[in-house]
């Protein structure tokens, strides 16, 4: 019998992780691409078939926060520009688009709107591009009403109980956040977490009396836990494993919390009754994980019902929901159709090997069957403080039904191992990363079950600047490789990263007016004519993010080189793939290419 082909693999429609439940818990507001864009969607509680609630064709719905009316507020951009416009829709109802603003990014949380719903909460840029500053528009109003944020990156989080106060993430970098209040009428602000060095204080629901809040923190520590934040003491640890708490959300009446602990990748969620103090039946969720996005954790108003979107290395990501009296849960969603259910698929390996200073580099490794030695294809993920975990991907499991194995790894900055390691990455992109990489390949070469003259290197963003950085300064490992949207030239990439990033260019990246020396090393473009594997380079037009000018510029090197290089770019995308046709197309393209030259 012949392997399906790899739209097969891809034959499901995903989920943005939001999974909104109602207030009365019986239906599931969620967003995903069942329409071949993302739009908001409808389920029954219990289960059914899905009620299409937007239609757009050009624009991705991102985040959605629920009225306990019904009304629905939330964000999209277009062609994945990421300038994210508001908008709301009552269930039946006509979207009506609330600001137009095509050089302004806007952004809401589930928990936008005040408890009596009139008013509701926003980040913008509208002011200053590079900030992100805070605003509140109420019911009625023409406009909405600058609140706080002068100068600084931040997002309003969630209200108080009473409505007087808005909790507020001010985001300095992705290992130091601080939480103010702010008085929702005066504008009163005052920085409940103050702090030196590099602390993150991730805000979660407020405790139901409003004396404060539960908040996920890694102060003094090196993973988050999970504390409660009294508005003028001390936190009070509740949870503190040696390992992180990624996420954490409450039911509207305050009295129960649920969180989310990362433990190597895989999840394990857990419902706590806050108000009498009792932990509840740990969810009957299949062994798995949530996505890097967040996985939409969401709870009824009375605690009753959570929802979340759960994923599995062997099967795609689906809604469940979960009766927390009981733990019992159940999948409201199949994502699946009827090409995908017939496959095989097979789940990775935890693998560690060790790099150039000791630290054990965390992999998931997929063999392909076989007995034979198999070419192996090294995937880096984004970021790069992110994670690769146990989920489904079309393009693993399509590769191993080829024979061909994947190693992705956790290179040092990858999140989910504690502060210190996330850090590493810091200010050191083709530094310390680029021995973890060389140590991967030669941790695959070593392996009886790999061919080591049959090596490749692919990812996307981050992912993208380290397979450029592997193919150019580590040559003599890799057979080819795909590039999708990566950085090539690190001194052009600081300076046209979106005007809200510059503040933390020099310290993710480098100074590009006091460290251009240090940039130029750095960048794969400099090493260019060390290229020997076979490249595919995929770019969306339309990135923010890693501006279409870093493959450019790439690709015509290559080419005056005379080195083999193909070129593929989407008019309509941005910095990923928010069309289902363009996702389909470039996957199956990555996985034709590297099928094609390790076979």
Known sequence: MSPAPFEDYLAFRRFFPVAELTADGERIVFASNRSGQFNLWSVAASGGEPEQLTDFADNSVRVAALRDDGTILFQADHDGDEFHQLYRISIGGAVEQLTDLSQVQHSITPAAWAPDGRSFAFSANSRTPTDGEVFVWREGDAEPRYLFGEGKYTFPMTWSPDGKLILVAEFRSNTDVSLWTIDAESGEAVERTPHEGDVKYFPGPWKHDGSGFFVLSDEGREFSGLAFKPLDGPLEWLET??????????????????????????????????ERGVDLPEPKLPHGTISYFGSGLSLSRDGSRLAIVWEQPTRPGEIYVVDTATGDARIVTESREAPLLGIEMRPPELIRYQSFDGRQIPAWLYRPDGDGPAPFAVAIHGGPESQEKPMYRAYVQYLLSRGIGVLATNIRGSTGYGKTYQKLIHHDWGGGDLEDWRHAAEWLKAQPFVDGDRLAVFGGSYGGFATLTCVTRLP??????????????LLTFVRAVPPQWLRFMSEWVGDPDTEADYLRERSPITYVDQVRAAMLVIQGAKDPRVVKSESDQMVERLRELGREVEYVVFEDEGHGFTRYANEVRAYRLTCEWLESHLS
Do not use: K, M
């Open 241 to 274: 494993p040696d390992h992180e708490i990624e996420e954490v959300s409450g039911s509207g009446d305050g009295r129960v919390i649920a969180w989310v602990e990362n433990d190597d990748g895989w999840a394990r969620l857990h419902v706590r009754d806050v």
């Open 476 to 489: 003599e490992y890799w057979r080819t490789a795909v590039d999708i949207f990566g950085p090539s030239n």
